[in-house]
């Protein structure tokens, strides 16, 4: 408790600390930038096998191959993307002026915006910290990140090797438990980017706005995979497999829910297993099984199982059964919305099959409730895929594949409504951590003279004539 209080009573005096270092170098050069990123990809590469170990312990088992693809890779990307890129991105953009308010220019200027405050989930807290960090100094800012208080020793290690690499003013990382998030999320930052779940990012965004700093959330939601009424059962059960198991399920865009034609709920469920079975021969002492982060989070997926059991679903295991905290994959058949499992994001190895007669019922079944970060649609016909894509909504779309639009970085990321608000990666995440600012300049000779007071019919005429056309 009291060292909690240290970590808030710390925050206020590095919010000010930051500030004041932003004044003094407002708009860093694009020189200034790409070493920063430089210096964060060195660092990235120099640690990347304590990084590796620390989540390792942190889950207890995390697959290395896992972490390297998703966290260690995916940050890499994001840091080539952004120095090849930025130069193009700083940029002014010319703007055009009307002939009536001649003679004069306009552009629109990329402006830092100042101290960016970063939350980070316990689910991927390298890309989700080291992402947001890449944006935010893309764009010339100075980053305060609170990482996640369920992964300790990777939160540690984290904050151990930025300070190595940058001053306290430029990054810094604050560590702590629940209370420290919520005084975290309550400081007048330039611009708050949470990432986590959606109930979290509600008391998140009524914090922000104590102060009117706007936010970026990155929520989750039940993300649906639709398989059609044609598409190879392999073909669709294998990627959703791959989706579904990375992490263990715990995905923010992991597919949540399957939709299946009824008349092909047997085939998937049999094939699914088969794919399941072959990524994972066995479930025990399996490095590349990771395990759920712990037990907290999995007694509530066992909750989920036992509220779905007693309200007459069949819960098939795809394994006999769990090991420590590595949970046996699950398929759940005869699901109805009265289960917590249909309620709630998942966010583990348990996948609801739900049968459906004709896509139009597909389609239904999805925008009647909240609209998700991703859906994944798996089928060859490409009039029903842009039906797909003309009739749903969610943040982002996979068509035949799941997970994978999130690690291309020439697109942006972010959900909508329930799933959350503003975009982040690549350029986009330069835009979210930018000021777009409308410059409008003009010299000596003013022309506006024309529609000073007092007004009269020469004013009127000139209306006439260049306004009202």
Known sequence: MQQNQQQIDALEPLLAAQRAAFRANPMPSAEQRLAWLKTLRELIHQEKDALIAALHADFSNRAESETMLAEIMASLNGIHYARKNLKKWMKPSKRSVDMSFQPAKAKVIYQPLGVIGVISPWNYPLFLAFGPLIGALSAGNRVMIKMSEATPVTSQLVKDILAKAFPEDLVAVVLGEAEVGQAFSRLPFDHLLFTGATSIGKHVMRAAAENLVPVTLELGGKSPAIISADVPMADAAERIAFGKTMNAGQTCVAPDYVLVPEGRVEEFVDTYRQVVQRFY?????????????????????????????????????????????????????NTTDEMKVMQDEIFGPLLPVVPYRGIEQAFSYVNDRPRPLALYYFGYDKAEQERVLVETHSGGVCINDTMLHVAQDDMPFGGVGPSGMGHYHGHEGFLTFSKAKAVLIKQRFNGARLIYPPYGKPLQKLIQKLFLR
Not at 295 to 323: C, H, T
């Open 281 to 333: 021969p066995t479930l025990a002492n399996n490095p590349d099984y990771t395990a759920v982060i712990n037990e907290r989070q999995l007694n509530r997926l066992k909750g989920y199982i036992s509220d779905a059991e007693s309200k007459g679903a069949q819960v098939i295991r795809l394994f006999d059964k769990d090991q420590d905290r590595r949970m046996a994959q699950c398929l759940l058949l």
